[in-house]
């Protein structure tokens, strides 16, 4: 099946706050700084939820980790994630639901590095968050190089710490998304090694 990070909500089968004011709907909407979940953001700003009876609270951690911990311990109604993180909250949560696919990453996951040629690759520290698509996407990478990740060092890193992780030498590799990749390309700290418009491996 095709292997392209694909936006997801989720949603766990527990009780949703209805509350006293003409039986308004209350959510609590977490979500990652990723492009495809700015809709979330403009419904609300438009009124579209209003319009529907929804009062709608947008939790935006920036920390993927707190967000699914909150998600978890029901502090969070709905979340946005990417396809591998629902893999692996399905695992311990299979009450889990997905009702909405919302876009793929077509270029918006990178790998960047200060040094994009990357020889020798084998060896070097490379940052993304484990246990969810960040390393689905850096293990198929490194297919298109001949290593496994036995060939290198992962290092735990939240995307929108990606930039300090170059800068400090934490990693040599760093697997972020918009809008941290272009954070780091206009703050010189790293260039793109490879991206998800690559798709030559994404289908396999």
Not at 131 to 149: D, H, P, Q, S, V
Not at 166 to 176: C, F, I, K, P, S
Not at 186 to 192: D, K
């Amino acid at each position: 099946m095709p292997f392209k990070l694909t936006a997801l909500i989720l949603l766990f089968f527990h009780a949703i706050a209805w509350g006293s004011n003409n039986d308004r709907l209350h959510l609590s909407v977490g979500i990652d700084l990723w492009p495809g979940y700015y809709p979330v953001i403009l419904a609300r700003q438009l009124g579209y939820f209003d319009e529907a009876g929804l009062s709608v609270n947008v939790v935006l951690p920036e920390a993927t980790d707190n967000m699914l911990k909150d998600f978890q311990s029901q502090k969070l109604d709905l979340v946005c994630v990417a396809m591998g993180d629902a893999f692996a909250l399905k695992k311990d949560a299979p009450n889990l639901k997905v009702i909405m696919i919302t876009d793929e990453s077509a270029g918006g996951d990178a790998l960047m590095a200060k040094d994009p040629s990357l020889d020798p690759l084998k060896g070097k520290k490379i940052g993304t968050n484990l246990n969810g698509f960040g390393e689905i996407f850096l293990e198929a990478f490194l297919k298109t190089k001949g290593l496994t990740r036995n060939d290198v060092t992962l290092v735990h890193q939240e995307a929108a710490g990606a930039i300090h992780y170059l800068q400090d030498g934490r990693a040599d590799v760093v697997h972020t998304w918009e809008p941290y990749v272009t954070e780091i390309i206009s703050y010189h700290v790293g260039e793109i090694v490879f991206d998800s418009r690559q798709d030559s491996f994404l289908m396999r």
